[in-house]
C-alpha cells in the first residue's frame, strides 16, 4: 500500500480558519434569528447591566469559531493520512452543510436590527470567529 502524503499544516490552517469562520458566522445569524442580540453590549439606553442574550452571543461565537477550527483541522489531518472511514467523511459533510443551509436561511428573513448595527455586529462576530478558529486550528497543528 502506498503511503500517503499529508497535506501542508499551512493549506490545513487556512480550511480550518475558514470552515470556523463560516461556522461562527452561521451561529450568529441562526442566533440572531432566535433573539441573541450581538450588539447589545453598545446599547447606551438601558443603565443596568449587559443583556444575558449578548453575553451568551458573544460566547456562543467564540466557543463555535474554536471548536470549529480545532476540529476541522484534527479531522483534515486525520483524513489527509486515511485514517478516518468514508461514511464518517460523509456525515460530517453532511452536517456542514446542513447548518449551512439553517444560517442561509435565517440571513433570508427580515431583520430587526437597523442595518447599520447590523453591518457592525456582522463584523464583530466575523473577526471574533476568525481569531478564535485560528487558534482552535493552531492549537490542533502543534498537538498533531
Known sequence: MPKTTPFP????????????????????????????????????DAGTLMPAGSALA???????????GYF??????????????????HFLIAIGVLVLVGAGQAASGPSSVPTFAGLLTGLAALGLGAVMAFCGAHF????A
Open 72 to 89: 476541522t483541522a484534527s479531522l483534515m489531518h486525520s483524513a489527509a493520512s486515511g485514517q478516518i472511514p468514508q461514511r464518517m467523511q
Open 9 to 44: 499544516s499551512r493549506i490545513i490552517l487556512g480550511a480550518a480558519a475558514i470552515s470556523g469562520v463560516l461556522l461562527a458566522l452561521a451561529v450568529h445569524m441562526l442566533g440572531a434569528r432566535f433573539g441573541l442580540d450581538l450588539g447589545g453590549l453598545w446599547r447606551s
Open 140 to 143: 490542533a497543528l502543534r498537538k
Open 58 to 68: 458573544w460566547w456562543l461565537i467564540a466557543t463555535v469559531g474554536f471548536c470549529g
